[in-house]
């Protein structure tokens, strides 16, 4: 059974900090790429940023330079380091993992809220 475990959500005013992080209970999380996702309200889920197993990473443009992800295979997480928050990033945000040969997992959502 495949869970990714999500934490670190909250409430943050503008130019804030917070940190997620996300356990994963897979096999072969070394090598499996794992990303963050966010959902805002009438809006699609969108990619904010992934990272391989060698930890090359990806980040979406509007978050380039404020958001880090990173992880640590010996405690199979990822986090999502994000600074100087604007409003605009409120959103609920989604672990995601893909498992070579297992599938697409997603965590539960964890919400983030920056107030103005």
């Known amino acids: 059974q495949?869970?990714?475990?999500?934490?670190?959500?909250?409430?943050?005013?503008?130019?804030?900090?917070?940190?997620?992080?996300?356990?994963?209970?897979?096999?072969?999380?070394?090598?499996?790429?794992?990303?963050?996702y966010r959902q805002a309200p009438g809006k699609q889920r969108e990619l904010v940023a992934d990272i391989t197993g060698d930890g090359f990473t990806r980040y979406t443009d509007s978050v380039k330079g404020r958001f880090t992800i990173s992880r640590d295979n010996a405690k199979n997480t990822v986090y999502l380091q994000m600074n100087s928050?604007?409003?605009e990033?409120?959103?609920?945000?989604?672990?995601?993992?893909?498992?070579?040969?297992?599938?697409?997992?997603?965590?539960?959502?964890?919400?983030?809220?920056v107030s103005s």
């Not at 959500?9 to 072969?28: H, I, W």
């Not at 989604?94 to 959502?109: D, E, R, S």
């Open 89 to 113: 990033d409120t959103a609920v945000y989604y672990c995601n993992a893909k498992v070579p040969t297992f599938g697409n997992y997603w965590g539960q959502g964890t919400q983030v809220t």
């Open 85 to 87: 928050l604007k409003p």
């Open 2 to 36: 495949v869970q990714l475990v999500e934490a670190g959500g909250g409430l943050v005013q503008a130019g804030g900090s917070l940190r997620l992080s996300c356990v994963a209970s897979v096999r072969f999380f070394s090598v499996s790429a794992m990303a963050w």
